[in-house]
Nanobody, 124 residues
Framework: QVQLEESGGGMVQAGGSLRLSCAAS????????MGWYRELPGKEREFVAA????????YYADSLKGRFTISKDNAKNTVYLQMSSLKPEDTAVYYC?????????????????WGQGTQVTVSS
């Protein structure tokens, strides 16, 4: 079992930056691949970025490449999402998720553990 807790959300002006954190706990954390998803108002949850605890794999939604960066601190069992040049359309609830496996995944159905989400609001 893995527990995930996001933090770092908030309100920021367009063009600003935020860093989200996802603290993972559980004795099998490194057996999971990690991802970030977001849920825009009135829309379905969408993939943002993914990584793995082992190795340097990272994968991004095409529309977010260059603005969002996923990273991890294995010692702290924490995954980060650095978001820059934020736009009002990035306003969403951002979720951290874990899927069993050591490769990146972009498929929401493969993620079995989810955090509670953290709100990011970008004002124009």
């Amino acid at each position: 079992q893995v527990q995930l807790e996001e933090s770092g959300g908030g309100m920021v002006q367009a063009g600003g930056s935020l860093r989200l954190s996802c603290a993972a706990s559980g004795h099998t954390v490194t057996s999971y691949g990690m991802g970030w998803y977001r849920e825009l108002p009135g829309k379905e949850r969408e993939f943002v970025a993914a990584t793995t605890w082992r190795g340097g794999q990272a994968y991004y939604a095409d529309s977010l490449k260059g603005r969002f960066t996923i990273s991890k601190d294995n010692a702290k069992n924490t995954v980060y999402l650095q978001m820059s040049s934020l736009k009002p359309e990035d306003t969403a609830v951002y979720y951290c998720a874990a899927h069993y496996g050591t490769v990146v995944s972009t498929e929401a159905d493969e993620y079995v553990h989810w955090g509670q989400g953290t709100q990011v609001t970008v004002s124009s």
